[in-house]
């Protein structure tokens, strides 16, 4: 059982995860598990998933989990899976037995746009209600399991949209947590150069979103602090042929923001160097990177300090980050760990 009095979960998917690393971390979603639209499910074989006796080994109090997308080319398969009852109770099996074969702790699901359209995905609006039926059904499949209870948690998309595309104070009560992917607040969706993990706000931002903002929204919901993880971001975003004026900040691009450099390229390939600045934007609590033209945002030791903080004077469970790879350095993890338990 975890002794400690936060959450600091990563997201693991093919990096490489060392035992100083395992250590300094509660818990670890292996990215990804496959779902698929027959209700079957994959992701046994994830190197990761072999690797649980020896994380077990180096930190007996380690919660792995398998995070569950939806299987590449098969549709939307979380909302054809979660619009059946026959395909909900497969699915949920499906999980269930997963965790006995392999010694997962739990089962986290990345269906991150219910009921959206934009995101190249056949929707409805009924995906609302039918996520609830399906973390029921897993919630109990898992829940006949001998042994040890195993976890059940989602990762959510951090704005409004989810509030109302989900149903959060039934989900609150049948999930351990929702990791809130405060991080693409600015994206590919926004022709707009700004913070993509920002702690808080902008008051010139007319796309107005931050990870204070998004707690705030989801504990107004009917999340309760202590089961919302605040997620870090270990890689930036990037906009370019941007105007020359407040360093880039706030400026429109012709393009949404893709994605920039991992943390570990950044440090020691951008920050200061071949021409871009880094900035400090103390009304956000965030860095950036600006060269005259390309717009870097991204999380640094300073801004994590800042949100562990912040996590701790709150009352929230904990943070997160997506993606352990994105760190080589280590940096990040340090940084998140010290300032979470030390």
Request: net charge negative; hydrophobic share 35%; with cysteine.
């Amino acid at each position: 059982m975890n002794s400690k009095k936060y959450i600091l979960l990563g997201y693991v998917g093919s990096g490489d995860i060392t035992e100083s690393d395992v250590k300094k971390l509660t818990h670890i979603n292996i990215a990804f598990g496959g779902l698929h639209s027959d209700g079957t499910v994959s992701g046994a074989d994830h190197d990761k998933v072999k690797k649980i006796p020896l994380m077990k080994q180096w930190n007996p109090d380690i919660k792995v989990l398998l995070s569950f997308v939806g299987a590449p080319g098969e549709g939307n398969s979380f909302s054809i899976c979660s619009a059946d009852p026959g395909l909900r109770k497969k699915t949920a099996e499906n999980m269930a037995k997963l965790c006995m074969e392999t010694g997962l702790d739990g089962i986290d699901l990345d269906w991150e746009f219910p009921c959206v359209p934009s995101n190249g995905c056949d929707t409805t609006p009924a995906d609302r209600d039918n996520f609830t039926l399906l973390c029921r059904e897993i919630r109990n499949a898992l829940d006949r399991l001998p042994g040890e209870r195993k976890m059940l948690t989602v990762a959510a998309g951090a704005d409004v949209y989810y509030v109302h595309c989900t149903d959060l104070p039934a989900l609150a009560e049948i999930l351990d947590h929702i990791c809130l992917m405060t991080y693409d607040l600015k994206c590919g969706f926004h022709a707009l150069a700004g913070h993509h993990t920002a702690l808080y706000c902008n008051v010139g931002d007319v796309f107005r979103n931050s990870c204070d903002q998004a707690l705030t929204l989801f504990n107004n919901a009917g999340v309760p602090r202590n089961k919302l993880l605040m997620g870090c971001a270990f890689y930036s975003r990037k906009w370019t042929e941007i105007q020359d004026r407040n360093h880039g900040l706030l400026q429109i691009c012709k393009y949404g923001g893709g994605y920039g450099p991992d943390y570990g390229e950044l440090s020691t390939e951008y920050v200061n160097k071949q021409g871009f600045v880094r900035y400090w934007d103390d009304e956000a609590k965030a860095p950036y990177l600006f060269d005259g033209s390309t717009f870097l945002s991204y999380d640094d030791p300073q801004s994590l300090k800042l949100k562990a903080e912040y996590v701790k004077e709150k009352g929230y469970a904990g943070l997160f980050y997506w993606e352990h790879k994105c760190d080589k350095t280590r940096v990040l993890l340090d940084t998140l760990h010290h300032n979470l338990f030390d």
